[in-house]
């Protein structure tokens, strides 16, 4: 990640380890693991379609159509921090995906709110460039 000295450094730790959490969760498939790194309801503006998930089960209800039947893991790329305060992250990143043969699918980019609610540091709602 680049970006100039941030004011909130521990805001900024803890929203990068919800990103590194939720890739983790998200190559295992590890529903529990996801569902950790995300406050519900959750939305997800992709294009002008805004989806908002109220609970982790309609979350993961169409979990695997959005990344693609020949999708097999992802990655994080290129993590900019946008602005950051004590409650607050908004950080760019680009996401990859890849099939099981390790070719890149698709890459976009991807704005994430990461936000401390009830304790707890998640993703909050993500804005992204995706097709789906």
């Known amino acids: 990640m680049t970006s100039p000295d941030p004011q909130y450094p521990e805001a900024v730790a803890a929203a990068l380890a ?6 983790e969760g998200l190559n295992a498939r590890d529903q529990a693991a996801i569902a950790a790194t995300l406050h ?6 992709s294009g ?3 989806k908002v998930w109220e609970t982790e089960e309609s979350y993961f209800s169409d979990f695997l159509l959005r990344a693609g039947d020949d999708w097999d893991h992802s990655k ?12 607050k ?10 099939n099981s ?3 890149m699918i698709t ?6 709110v990461i936000t401390f609610e009830d304790g707890r540091w998640a ?10």
Do not use: C
Not at 40 to 45: A, G, K, T
Not at 123 to 132: E, I, Q, Y
């Open 18 to 23: 919800v990103m590194d959490a939720h890739i």
């Open 40 to 45: 519900f309801p959750h939305m997800r503006l």
């Open 48 to 50: 002008t379609e805004l």
């Open 76 to 87: 994080f790329d290129d993590i900019q921090l946008l602005r950051a305060s004590e409650s």
């Open 89 to 98: 992250v908004h950080l760019d990143a680009e996401i990859q995906r890849f």
């Open 101 to 103: 043969s390790g070719e």
């Open 107 to 112: 890459n976009f980019r991807s704005l994430w």
């Open 123 to 132: 993703a909050k709602m993500r804005s992204s460039f995706a097709k789906t």
